[in-house]
């Protein structure tokens, strides 16, 4: 657990990141999503102290960071910096085990994790493996990035928009194998955007910031339903809104007995895929099923209820 | 007396036709390969020629007589070096080929010198009159230039890796630097004299160990002043030059100072910090000839003694090898910046 208490950065005289408290819990993503110059990178830096916060403090399992050596501190933190940060003249290898050699790991140790999370991140090790960080594309480059974070099995995974080079299909790609890998190992994540839909995508909790101030920290359901202020509103977008409110509800709950024509849906599937299979086919409910059988039906009234009651 | 009254007319016809030829293929720039062999064929003929002239002119003359190339010589081993050093910078050879054809270059100067091909001319005739002379000329001359590299490197790596991490010393640093650089080098060499005298006659031990107003020490301290400033001045550049998000990454990964300069940074900067020693070991060979005023020794005493006595041939036995030396170090010194940049480079974007 991460706990994050009354942090706060000046800077001659603007405060950059104004009192933040929040706490991450063990195995989670908290996002972090903000506008540009909103001091999301400050906050982030802070965490392992590549930022020395004015005041504050900050707790790993209870432990306060400010008394662990930075470098130890920083070593037990992944970090996968704005812009992957790859070292030039190392290969693909030697950058993903940076963190596994300063930690003394043994040669064959290191050479099992870094073929382990190439094949994770879908780069086969014996093509990728030797090769430059010059001689990758903008996508192969961060998802180094983000493996090199990794290596260590760090308790806690710092990302700083991983994801900003990517095209739109890449990025989503990304995020997908992002939370899939986090489900698998379990680790905890603070990731920073300006992008809401990623926040909403990736995270179990997210964090709003607006002028180095934390104006909204919570589920995603809560932030797109209930908007703390009008900036939250602007970030989510009005006519985004139901359909955001809707990608964030599975249809499992909302199942009810009866037949309905057509393909049917799976129950994880969002009441957003259900909505458009409905609009798309011209009928007024679609069939769910679940592991290949039928389980029963979803409506579009059900849906539209969903909407009106909010969360 | 006509060439072909010299050097015999079949010597002559063949080193003229091999001249000719050479030109001929020389001026074929798209083909960079010809324009070498050209040039290669063109310093054959003038070799030749140089060689067979020489002997002949010298058959019946006295033994004071000297025969040296005129300026029509000099022009043409102009011109085909050019022609070479033009193919070669076209044909852009990787350093391995490049190290082979500076091997393959050397060796042939010292076949032909040992050869006795060219013993007839005045500037042979001077060398085999100071053979230990020019030994130890040599030997000199490379311990200065090679030593107060070495001096100017363990004195300005580390002062410029202080100077990258600390914006005040730099801001000092730097100017002062600049400063000495700004020194026309015979001044400097003669600001040492009073100076070294000085050290000499105060410090107790400091003649023991060699040092004086006049010989080794001066120029050696002058040499090294002047080589500080690329050092150190490319030392931060290169450093400076590091992308910051792998610095930061680094540094974000847990990596000490220390860990960082020695595994990140350095390496990064390492063809930039060679750059800066190139600079100054072909600056150090060049300047070194100076030394040869204040009794420093080195290839500039056979330059300075021939200056006094007009004898153009002793200028030459001091300024050719020193250029040759100035050559080959600038060649080994890219090479080495090759090597060190052997990360691949993506071609353009
Ligand atoms: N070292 C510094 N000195 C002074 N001001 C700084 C410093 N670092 C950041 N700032 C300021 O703090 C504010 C927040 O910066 P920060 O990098 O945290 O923003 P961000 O939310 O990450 O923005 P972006 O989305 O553009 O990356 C900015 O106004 C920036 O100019
Ligand atoms: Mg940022």
Wanted: charged letters at 20%.
């Amino acid at each position: 657990m991460i706990e994050i208490d009354r942090i706060t950065k000046v800077y001659d005289d603007t405060t950059v990141v104004d009192e933040v408290s929040m706490t991450v819990e063990t195995g989670t993503i908290t996002v972090i999503v903000g506008t540009s110059g909103s001091g999301k990178t400050t906050l982030l830096r802070m965490i392992n102290r590549l930022v020395e916060p004015s005041s504050g403090e900050v707790r790993i399992n209870g432990e306060v960071t400010r008394d662990i050596p930075t470098h130890l501190l920083r070593r037990r933190i992944g970090y996968a910096i704005q812009g992957h940060g790859l070292f030039p003249h190392h290969t693909v290898a030697r950058n993903i085990a940076a963190v596994p050699r300063l930690l003394g790991w043994p040669k064959d140790k290191i050479a099992r994790r870094v073929d382990e999370l190439l094949t994770l991140f879908g780069m086969e090790p014996a093509a990728f493996r030797d090769r430059y960080p010059a001689e990758l594309s903008g996508g192969q480059q961060q998802r180094v990035g983000v493996a090199r974070a990794l290596a260590s099995r760090p308790d806690l995974l710092l990302m700083d928009e991983p994801f900003g080079a990517l095209d739109p299909i890449i990025r989503g790609r990304a995020q997908e194998d992002l939370r899939a890998i986090q489900q698998k190992l379990g680790s905890t994540i603070v990731l920073v955007t300006h992008d809401m839909e990623e926040a909403i995508r990736l995270g179990d909790r997210v964090g709003v910031m607006d002028g180095g101030r934390l104006v909204q920290h919570g589920p995603p359901e809560e932030i797109v339903a209930r908007p703390a202020n009008a900036f939250v509103a602007e970030m989510v977008g009005d006519a985004e809104r139901p359909m955001r409110l809707l990608s964030l509800i599975p249809v499992r709950g909302l199942v009810e007995p009866g037949a309905a024509g057509g393909d049917p849906v799976p129950e994880g599937a969002s009441l957003r895929d259900a909505l458009s299979a409905c609009l798309w086919t011209g009928r007024d409910a679609v069939p769910v099923e679940r592991g290949g059988a039928v389980v029963g039906r979803i409506t579009l009234d059900a849906i539209r209820g969903r909407v009106e009651h909010r969360a | 007396m006509p060439v072909w009254g010299v050097a015999g007319p079949v010597t002559t016809a063949i080193a003229l036709a091999a001249m000719v030829a050479g030109v001929a293929l020389g001026l074929q720039a798209a083909r960079p390969w010809w324009r070498l062999g050209g040039s290669l064929l063109g310093l054959a003929g003038l070799v030749l020629l140089l060689s067979r002239g020489a002997g002949a002119l010298l058959v019946d003359a006295g033994d004071l007589a000297r025969v040296s190339p005129a300026a029509g010589f000099w022009c043409l081993l102009l011109v085909f070096m050019m022609l070479m050093a033009d193919a070669l910078s076209a044909l852009r050879p990787g350093p391995r080929l490049r190290l082979g054809l500076l091997a393959l270059f050397l060796v042939g100067l010292a076949a032909l010198l040992a050869s006795g091909a060219l013993s007839e001319l005045s500037i042979m005739q001077e060398y085999r009159g100071r053979v230990a002379g020019f030994r130890t000329a040599a030997a000199r001359h490379v311990a200065l230039a090679l030593g107060s590299l070495a001096a100017a490197a363990a004195i300005g790596f580390p002062l410029g890796i202080l100077c990258h991490r600390r914006a005040r010393l730099r801001s000092l640093a730097i100017p002062v630097l600049s400063f000495l650089q700004t020194i026309p080098s015979l001044a400097m060499f003669g600001i040492m004299i009073p100076v070294l005298a000085w050290v000499a006659a105060t410090v107790p031990g400091a003649q023991e160990i060699g040092i004086a107003g006049i010989g080794f020490a001066p120029a050696f301290l002058a040499l090294l002043l002047y080589s500080l400033l690329p050092v150190v001045a490319n030392t931060v550049a290169g450093l400076d030059a590091a992308p910051p998000a792998a610095v930061e990454a680094a540094r974000g990964m847990g990596m000490t100072d220390r860990q960082r300069l020695w595994s990140i940074e350095l390496p990064l900067a390492l063809p930039v910090i060679l750059a800066g020693l190139r600079i100054v070991l072909v600056q150090n060979v060049g300047l070194a000839v100076i030394a040869g005023l204040i009794g420093g020794g080195g290839f500039g005493t056979f330059v300075f003694q021939g200056l006094n006595q007009t004898a153009t041939d002793l200028i030459l036995l001091g300024a050719l090898p020193t250029v040759v030396l100035a050559l080959v170090s600038a060649i080994l010194m890219d090479i080495l910046v090759d090597f060190a940049r052997r990360t691949p480079k993506r071609e353009s974007a």
